[in-house]
């Protein structure tokens, strides 16, 4: 299950910084999601875009910003974090999001704030 | 929400054993997907059994729909299967919800 690609595995930053999380896929899916990890838990949804739109937003803080240029990619931009939001982010997509599409997961991005 | 329970929490086996993994889920579903995280992180899709048996290899899944259930049977174990395996579940137009895993390790 490789087919959805992100960029960077590993991202340190500072609690000042901003940066960018970066998810792409050639599937031809047309819903992407982004989950957040924390060890030894089961992913939790942050983000469902379907058709390049925004449709669920789980009450995530707005330090953490997501964005749809188009249908293939899907990035993640980070600002002021606290090292509490340090985890593996999970990037994900599906041919839609009806109840008949299965999640195909990328590798992840395992970040650490300091 | 569908509530998702998996079964047992922790496993330990020789390899070359066979074991089996539970997920019991509070309500019908419409979609539900077995993954396994590797100790890299990764999250593989196993299968995707919202009712049903499939077989992959040394991996099959059957999803007993009607009793809410879903088994996923791991033959001849490798020390390659270790890690969590998740059973996640979706019900009506609810959002994919994942139960707290199985962590299976496999010792030479």
């Known amino acids: 299950d490789t087919e959805v690609t992100q960029t960077p595995k590993h991202l340190v930053m500072g609690m000042t910084n901003k940066k960018s999380l970066k998810c792409e896929q050639h599937m031809g899916h047309r819903a992407m999601y982004w989950y957040k990890q924390k060890a030894k838990k089961p992913p939790e949804l942050m983000f469902v875009y379907s058709y390049e739109k925004l449709s669920i937003n789980e009450s995530v803080p707005s330090r953490f910003s997501p964005e749809c240029p188009n249908s293939s990619l899907l990035n993640l931009h980070l600002h002021a974090l606290q090292p509490e939001d340090s985890a593996l982010y999970l990037c994900?997509?599906?041919?839609?999001?009806?109840?008949?599409?299965?999640?195909?997961f990328g590798n992840g991005t395992r970040l650490t704030v300091t | 929400g569908i509530q998702v329970e998996q079964s047992p929490p922790d496993l330990i086996l020789q390899e070359g054993a066979n074991s089996t993994l539970r997920c019991n889920f509070s309500d019908s579903v419409n979609n539900l997907q077995w993954f396994h995280q590797n100790p890299w992180g990764q999250l593989i899709n196993l299968f995707y059994?919202?009712?049903g048996t499939k077989q992959n290899g040394r991996l099959s899944a059957t999803t007993v729909a009607t009793e809410r259930y879903s088994l996923l049977y791991i033959s001849s174990s490798q020390t390659t299967d270790s890690g969590v395996y998740f059973c996640a579940a979706r019900s009506g137009y609810s959002t994919l919800t994942f139960g707290k895993g199985t962590m299976l390790l496999v010792s030479p």
């Open positions: 994900a997509s599906s041919p839609g999001v009806g109840y008949n599409s299965p999640l195909h």
């Open positions: 059994i919202p009712s």
